[in-house]
Structures are given as C-alpha cells and as structure tokens.
C-alpha cells in the first residue's frame, strides 16, 4: 500500500456506557469506511471511557474476542477496513488495557496492552510486557496507548524491533498531568511519524474538550484537531515518504 486514506475517530466517550458506546463506534467505524478510510484508529478505552470502573466496576470485561468483539470483527469484514480498536481484556485473571488491530478480513492479527498504567484511573489494569511491532497491510506498525507514550524506552525499543510508524489510541487532555511535548520527542528520537487518535468529552475529574488528534513527523505537528463535538478526521497519508499528502484533517461531524 503505497498511498491510504486515514480515519481517526475523535469521539466523545461515555464513561461506563459500554451499550452506547459500541454503537457510537460502530456508526464512526461505518461512517469512516464511506469515507473512503483503510485504515480506521479509535481513542483509548473507546468502548468504556477511562474512568469505568468508579461506574460500573470491572466484572463486565471478559476474554477478547468477547461476544461483541466477534461481531465487530464481522463488521469490519464487511467493510474490509483495517480497525484499530482500543477495549479492556482479561486473561488469567488479570486485566489489561489493550489495542486490537483487526485486518479488512475481520481477524484480530495483534494486540498491545499498555506497559504505562500507573494513574489511579487504571488501577485496575496490569501493565503489558510485550513490546512487538505488529505486520499490518505490509507494513510494521508500532502501538502505544496514550501514557506509553510518556517515556522514551517503549518507542524506542519498538524502533529497534523495525516499526516504520507509530500509532498512539489515546485519552491524554491539557492539564497539570497533560501531554508536555511528549509526542513530538518521540518522533525526534525514533525518527518516526507518529497517528495519535486523542477524543473528547469529559469525565468526572478529567476534560477532554482541548484534547487533539495529533499527526507528528520529525518533532511537528503538521495536522492537529480539537472539538467539542465528535468527528470523525480523514486524511491521506504516503506510506513510502511517511508523510501526510493532507495538508489537514477533513472532519466529518457525528451527532454522538
């Protein structure tokens, strides 16, 4: 694939909602597909919101792919896309905070859970271990969710494994503990672009509203998003260069 069309759903997230918020994805997913995307990335934690577990606890989190991960991966068989879908998973008695890349044939091919988990919004979850490029529509990807992103040793290692590009589901707003030049040092230091796919909305003890959907190349910014309302932000990218051919993101609004 030497040119592709991007799809980042900037969604405001319901905390505890998991019914609503499946269904908001699963419209963004439809949405982004008719727009033409291949591939499609969600915010971390789209299903649930960060703080789910204050609402609603953590009993509900099965094995992935639970019943509805089968029928999303229906779906995106159907549109043949490729989804980046960020959900909690549990596996042996523990839980994690994962992205799941499923391919335009509808299989999970790889997952990342994150490393970086030490907020009081995650206690819950344990931190991954495996830091492993994924082989996606031929081309080496490196997943950080949000905080993975706050150090330099997790893109770094990913580089070293052969990542070409780095893609980021995040929930990371402005604040005391907000993203400080992070994104754009390990674009500096690993020589990779970087896709985060941020979202908005707000929870109870955090704001999301200026949060951006970032693409970052060498240290820029060259597209950047925020809103009050969901979108859903498209943009071409060359896979060979590594760079945006959009010089911004066409953002398509969704009433959710």
Same mark, same amino acid.
């Given at each position: ?19 609503? /918020? ?23 934690? =789209? ?5 789910? =577990? ?10 992935? %792919? ?7 991966? $229906? ?18 008695? *523990? ?15 790889? $997952?990342?859970? &994150? ?24 081309? &080496? ?32 707003? %402005?604040?005391?503990?907000? %993203? ?7 674009? *500096? ?12 909305? =707000? ?34 990218? /060359?896979?060979?260069?590594?760079? %945006? ?12």
């Amino acid at each position: 694939m030497k040119t592709g069309r991007v799809a980042l759903l900037h969604l405001s997230v319901v905390p505890g909602a998991i019914e609503r /918020n499946r269904s908001v994805l699963e419209e963004a997913v439809k949405h982004a597909a008719a727009s033409g995307a291949q591939w499609i990335i969600t915010p971390e934690l =789209a299903t649930c919101g960060l703080q789910f =577990a204050r609402i609603i606890g953590t009993d509900w989190i099965e094995p992935q %792919p639970d019943a509805w991960m089968k029928r999303f991966c $229906r779906l995106v068989r159907g549109l043949k896309r490729t989804v980046f879908i960020a959900c909690p998973e549990r596996e042996s008695g *523990r839980l994690y905070n994962s992205v799941f890349v499923i391919s335009s044939r509808g299989e999970i091919i790889g $997952r990342h859970r &994150k490393i970086n988990v030490r907020s009081d919004s995650l206690s819950w979850s344990s931190p991954g271990e495996a830091v492993v490029p994924l082989q996606c529509d031929g081309m &080496k990807v490196g997943l950080l969710v949000c905080a993975d992103a706050f150090t330099p040793g997790i893109a770094g290692a990913l580089k070293s494994e052969g990542a070409q590009i780095l893609v980021s589901p995040s929930s990371w707003g %402005p604040g005391i503990h907000g %993203p400080n030049g992070e994104w754009e040092e390990r674009t *500096r230091e690993t020589d990779l672009p970087l896709i985060v796919c941020n979202r908005t909305g =707000a929870e109870k003890t955090l704001d999301f509203w200026k949060a951006p959907s970032i693409v970052v190349k060498n240290g820029r910014r060259l597209l950047s998003h925020t809103s009050e309302q969901s979108a859903v932000l498209i943009f071409d990218w /060359n896979f060979t260069a590594m760079t %945006p051919l959009s010089t911004a993101y066409k953002a398509e609004y969704l009433r959710a």
